[in-house]
């Protein structure tokens, strides 16, 4: 293997009406655009045993991304620290000119009493 991933994955293609499963070398791949994940409605998520075998194969399949050598779109783990970093999201909206509001973030009660009684209305989290 020489530290290089080698092996085959299934796919589903899609064409006009037409699905097919393909069997594509993972050194085929050059390009990859994570989509969301979708749990498996054809069993029932109550059976422990139908919940194990979804977080293993989940894990499976996110531990397989990480190590496929090509440009991803938009990466799992990219994907996941923006959709959790609101400090970050509030940055990116205001470099794109969209009005956001004053925001604090601090653990010292004065500083947080101060900064409240300048505004109207307040949001804590």
């Known amino acids: 293997m020489g530290g290089k991933v ?3 994955i299934d796919v ?5 009406t037409c699905k097919k499963i393909v069997h594509l ?4 791949i050059h390009i990859a655009w994570y989509l969301r994940e979708s749990p498996n409605n054809s069993m029932p998520p109550d059976c422990l045993e139908n919940r194990f075998s979804e ?5 499976a399949l996110r531990s397989l991304f990480s190590v496929i050598d090509c440009v991803w ?3 799992k783990e990219t994907i996941d ?3 959790s970093n609101k400090l970050y999201q509030q940055l990116v909206a205001e470099r794109c000119g969209l ?10 009660p004065e500083t947080v009493a101060s900064f409240s009684e300048r505004k109207k209305k307040l949001l804590l989290k």
Do not use: H, M, Y
């Open 6 to 8: 080698d092996g085959f």
């Open 12 to 16: 589903v293609t899609c064409a006009d």
């Open 25 to 28: 070398s993972l050194s085929d």
């Open 55 to 59: 977080n293993e194969s989940r894990a």
């Open 73 to 75: 779109v938009n990466k």
């Open 81 to 83: 620290f923006l959709s």
């Open 99 to 108: 009005l956001t509001p004053q925001t604090l973030v601090s653990n010292d």
